[in-house]
């Protein structure tokens, strides 16, 4: 008796809903018997929002960049017969022989939902699925009604394999996966064409509710989700009953799985915001964040995974020797910030940048973007230090004057009265306040000498060596201080290795850059890396100041830079306070300027007990990366310079500005500019009239003076 009744009661419910769907599809009946006479214009799908994929030198993928939805299309040719069946047989079984409706699957679906008592399967085609993903997916009458037309003249349109590969792409599966290419990924870890039946069957069983039938979140759900789908697919003739029941005892998966990088790093980010920035990519920041998050783009980089991961290595391995046990990589704690008491750590960035091109090779930006997303690389404005001497070498060199060339670089010096300089008197310091002595440029430069290059900055016009400096690709702003040799103003890590670059491509300076070309998802190149190299000096002046450099390698303050069988050449670079350590040096295969420093300070940086400087810490991570990167190139040499018959010269500044002259002759040579603003700025540490200039890197061996130079004419 409670059986009959239960079948009436169903039947009597059925016969109401098919009476209520009768009602309900006569305005879509009467839409569709006008469908293919309306005047509306035809149907322009959107492009589907698609992650963009950014690549290594080598082809290997970086990272990706996405926003909410994470897509990957793919051709229904890449998509197995399995997936295609078993998503068919769930959601549209009819779907190659109707024409964008199917009334009879919808009558049928409202049947078997009333029959088991909750929803097992949808009314809508495929193809209105496609419609209602492109224009909302608002449940009324009304708008039902508006979605079968349209999915009638989509049918006329685009052809079935063409719906069908649209709408295995546009699917949400959960967890921000959409299509069937992200859905495999998330899942299993596999690609869309690595997907076995089993697996279709999960993914096919989850479109009709991805939260609901969520595996990790609702495990039972899905399982029986699953098991209606492997249902589906015995209907259909796919299927034996056990296949049906061992696939469906098989694990659902339990972790999301990222098949793809994502990690953002300091490189990366620094692509991300050029590429945000670049009017090439769209006219308004709207339309550029569309192309690089959604646009599919193919983003071809400089970076070389290999530099990459020895530079890290090299940074990580020195600053662990001297950080106490558990500090986290790339960091070495040091004492509180004396002004405010917060602590502090030191940390080291390295950039490589490709001579003759500009490429940038390697970026560490920091102790890591997951702990400080501040680059030091393109946004730490750092004082050089000694470093700053290369433009005071080039400058010389640019105009005329000897490496044999001879200076005073006794110590302490005292300049007094130039015009604007606070200040005044002005009192410089050798590194350990030693005397230091005459010597060559050459010589002087190895014992990286502040009183003889602060000479020599007056000798050759500090003007011109701000304007060296420019040519070689330092754009930070350059007041042009008597200082200005010794490093006292900032400048970017990136900078100085470009400019270094220069000197290693025979004087030829490109700029650095990040993106060789991007490509849209169809191949064609929408943005290229444009080469445009400009003289930054003479040949014979770059290969000069290379041989004085390679020198400073092999026996002045960067020994530790040596690398065996390769000919390497740089500066070290110590500022003010020992608040910045620096390498600045290059091969003729790469150049790579290396930092240590607090990142959030410019106050003395101790490690290991000792002041940092430029030919201890530094000089040994460049060392060691660049070392290891060398292995097994073949040794190159720089190209040398043209000889010269001129004879050395004793250089001298006018003795009224330099009251530790020792009576040298107060000449200079007329064709020598005077700077216009020769003024150093007021250190805001101390409130005398003197300064004490920072002591750089420890002194090169003695060397013996030269003979008794000739005086300049």
């Given at each position: 008796?409670?059986?009959?009744?239960?079948?009436?009661?169903?039947?009597?419910?059925?016969?109401?809903?098919?009476?209520?769907?009768?009602?309900?599809?006569?305005?879509?009946?009467?839409?569709?018997?006008?469908?293919s006479?309306?005047?509306?214009?035809?149907?322009?799908?959107?492009?589907?929002?698609?992650?963009?994929?950014?690549?290594?030198?080598?082809?290997?993928?970086?990272?990706?960049?996405?926003?909410?939805?994470?897509?990957?299309?793919?051709?229904?040719?890449?998509?197995?017969?399995?997936?295609?069946?078993?998503?068919?047989?769930?959601?549209?079984?009819?779907f190659?022989?109707?024409?964008?409706?199917?009334?009879?699957?919808?009558?049928?679906?409202?049947?078997?939902?009333?029959?088991?008592?909750?929803?097992?399967?949808?009314?809508?085609?495929?193809?209105?699925?496609?419609?209602?993903?492109?224009?909302?997916?608002?449940?009324?009458?009304?708008?039902?009604?508006?979605?079968?037309?349209?999915?009638?003249?989509?049918e006329?349109?685009?052809?079935?394999?063409e719906?069908?590969?649209?709408?295995?792409?546009?699917?949400?599966?959960?967890?921000?996966?959409?299509?069937?290419?992200?859905?495999?990924?998330?899942?299993?870890?596999?690609?869309?064409?690595?997907?076995?039946?089993?697996?279709?069957?999960?993914?096919?069983?989850?479109?009709?509710?991805?939260?609901?039938?969520?595996?990790?979140?609702?495990?039972?759900?899905?399982?029986?989700?699953?098991?209606?789908?492997?249902?589906?697919?015995?209907?259909?003739?796919?299927?034996?009953?056990?296949?049906?029941?061992?696939?469906?005892?098989?694990?659902?998966?339990?972790?999301?799985?990222?098949?793809?990088?994502?990690?953002?790093?300091?490189?990366?980010?620094?692509?991300?915001?050029?590429?945000?920035?670049?009017?090439q990519?769209?006219?308004?920041?709207?339309?550029?964040?569309?192309?690089?998050?959604?646009?599919?783009?193919?983003?071809?980089?400089?970076?070389?995974?290999?530099?990459?991961?020895?530079?890290?290595?090299?940074?990580?391995?020195?600053?662990?020797?001297?950080?106490?046990?558990?500090?986290?990589?790339?960091?070495?704690?040091?004492?509180?910030?004396?002004?405010?008491?917060?602590?502090?750590?030191?940390?080291?960035?390295?950039?490589?940048?490709?001579p003759?091109?500009?490429?940038?090779?390697?970026?560490?930006?920091?102790?890591?973007?997951?702990?400080?997303?501040?680059?030091?690389?393109?946004?730490?404005?750092?004082?050089?230090?000694?470093?700053?001497?290369?433009?005071v070498?080039?400058?010389?060199?640019e105009?005329?004057?000897?490496?044999?060339?001879?200076?005073?670089?006794?110590?302490?010096?005292?300049?007094?009265?130039i015009?604007?300089?606070?200040?005044?008197?002005?009192?410089?310091?050798?590194?350990?306040?030693?005397?230091?002595?005459?010597?060559?440029?050459?010589?002087?430069?190895?014992?990286?000498?502040n009183?003889?290059f602060?000479?020599?900055?007056?000798?050759?016009?500090?003007?011109?060596?701000?304007?060296?400096?420019?040519?070689?690709?330092?754009?930070?702003?350059?007041?042009?201080?008597?200082?200005?040799?010794?490093?006292?103003?900032?400048?970017?890590?990136?900078?100085?290795?470009a400019?270094?670059?220069?000197?290693?491509?025979?004087?030829?300076?490109?700029?650095?850059?990040?993106?060789?070309?991007?490509?849209?998802?169809?191949?064609?190149?929408?943005?290229?890396?444009?080469?445009?190299?400009?003289?930054?000096?003479?040949?014979?002046?770059?290969?000069?100041a290379?041989?004085?450099?390679?020198?400073?390698?092999?026996?002045?303050?960067?020994?530790?830079?040596?690398?065996?069988?390769?000919?390497?050449?740089?500066?070290?670079?110590?500022?003010?306070?020992?608040?910045?350590?620096?390498?600045?040096?290059?091969?003729?295969?790469?150049?790579?300027?290396?930092?240590?420093?607090?990142?959030?300070?410019?106050?003395?940086?101790?490690?290991?007990?000792?002041?940092?400087?430029?030919?201890?810490?530094?000089?040994?991570?460049?060392?060691?990366?660049?070392?290891?990167?060398?292995?097994?190139?073949?040794?190159?040499?720089?190209?040398?310079a043209?000889?010269?018959?001129?004879?050395?010269?004793?250089?001298?500044?006018?003795?009224?500005?330099?009251?530790?002259?020792?009576?040298?002759?107060?000449?200079?040579p007329?064709?020598?500019?005077?700077?216009?603003?020769?003024?150093?700025?007021?250190?805001?540490?101390?409130?005398?009239?003197?300064?004490?200039?920072?002591?750089?890197?420890?002194?090169?061996?003695?060397?013996?003076?030269?003979?008794?130079?000739e005086?300049?004419?």
């Open positions: 008796m409670r059986s009959f009744l239960r079948f009436t009661l169903i039947t009597a419910l059925a016969g109401l809903g098919l009476a209520i769907v009768a009602v309900a599809l006569l305005p879509v009946a009467h839409h569709l018997r006008y469908a006479t309306s005047v509306a214009g035809e149907i322009v799908l959107s492009p589907l929002d698609q992650r963009s994929y950014v690549y290594a030198s080598d082809g290997s993928v970086l990272t990706t960049f996405q926003a909410e939805v994470d897509r990957q299309p793919v051709s229904l040719d890449t998509i197995p017969a399995d997936t295609i069946t078993a998503v068919l047989a769930v959601e549209d079984a009819g190659f022989g109707h024409t964008g409706v199917n009334l009879r699957a919808m009558v049928r679906a409202l049947v078997r939902d009333v029959d088991s008592g909750r929803v097992v399967q949808g009314g809508s085609t495929i193809t209105q699925q496609v419609i209602k993903a492109e224009y909302g997916n608002e449940q009324t009458i009304g708008r039902k009604a508006r979605e079968a037309v349209l999915a009638r003249r989509l006329k349109v685009m052809s079935k394999a719906i069908l590969e649209r709408y295995l792409n546009t699917v949400y599966l959960g967890n921000g996966a959409y299509g069937v290419q992200a859905g495999a990924e998330t899942y299993f870890g596999i690609g869309a064409a690595d997907l076995d039946i089993g697996q279709s069957a999960l993914l096919a069983g989850m479109i009709a509710n991805p939260s609901a039938f969520d595996p990790l979140r609702h495990p039972e759900d899905a399982k029986a989700r699953r098991a209606v789908a492997l249902g589906r697919l015995v209907e259909v003739g796919r299927l034996t009953d056990v296949d049906e029941i061992y696939l469906g005892a098989t694990p659902l998966p339990t972790v999301i799985n990222q098949v793809l990088p994502t990690t953002e790093d300091y490189f990366a980010e620094e692509v991300k915001q050029q590429l945000l920035d670049d009017p990519l769209g006219d308004t920041p709207a339309e550029r964040e569309y192309q690089v998050f959604r646009g599919g783009l193919r983003i071809y980089t400089t970076l070389e995974p290999r530099a990459q991961l020895l530079a890290v290595n090299a940074r990580n391995e020195v600053l662990a020797a001297v950080a106490p046990a558990g500090t986290p990589a790339g960091l070495v704690p040091l004492a509180p910030n004396p002004e405010t008491g917060a602590a502090r750590n030191a940390t080291a960035a390295v950039v490589s940048v490709e003759g091109t500009g490429a940038v090779r390697a970026m560490v930006g920091g102790a890591g973007f997951d702990q400080d997303k501040f680059n030091v690389t393109t946004q730490g404005l750092r004082s050089g230090g000694s470093t700053f001497k290369i433009f070498l080039m400058a010389l060199l105009r005329g004057y000897s490496p044999n060339d001879s200076v005073n670089g006794n110590g302490a010096c005292t300049f007094t009265d015009p604007g300089m606070v200040p005044n008197p002005y009192k410089v310091e050798n590194f350990g306040n030693s005397g230091g002595g005459s010597g060559t440029i050459t010589s002087q430069t190895l014992r990286s000498s009183c003889a602060v000479r020599l900055g007056q000798i050759v016009g500090i003007d011109n060596v701000v304007e060296q400096a420019r040519r070689m690709g330092v754009t930070t702003p350059l007041e042009g201080f008597v200082s200005t040799p010794l490093g006292t103003e900032g400048v970017y890590p990136i900078e100085m290795a400019a270094v670059a220069a000197i290693a491509a025979d004087g030829m300076y490109n700029a650095p850059y990040f993106v060789e070309r991007v490509e849209d998802p169809e191949g064609k190149v929408v943005l290229a890396h444009a080469p445009n190299p400009r003289r930054a000096s003479s040949a014979q002046t770059a290969r000069l290379a041989d004085v450099l390679e020198k400073n390698v092999q026996s002045g303050t960067g020994t530790k830079a040596r690398i065996s069988g390769q000919h390497a050449a740089g500066k070290t670079g110590t500022a003010q306070n020992a608040g910045n350590g620096w390498f600045v040096g290059f091969t003729p295969y790469m150049a790579t300027a290396v930092w240590i420093g607090s990142p959030s300070d410019n106050f003395e940086v101790r490690i290991g007990g000792t002041g940092i400087t430029g030919g201890s810490y530094p000089a040994e991570i460049w060392g060691r990366y660049m070392r290891a990167w060398h292995e097994g190139l073949p040794e190159k040499d720089f190209v040398d043209d000889p010269s018959n001129r004879s050395s010269r004793y250089l001298v500044m006018e003795s009224q500005f330099d009251s530790s002259g020792g009576g040298y002759r107060s000449e200079v007329p064709s020598i500019s005077r700077p216009k603003r020769p003024a150093i700025p007021t250190d805001p540490t101390t409130s005398t009239t003197s300064s004490t200039i920072p002591p750089d890197d420890p002194p090169a061996p003695p060397t013996s003076d030269p003979p008794p130079p005086e300049i004419e």
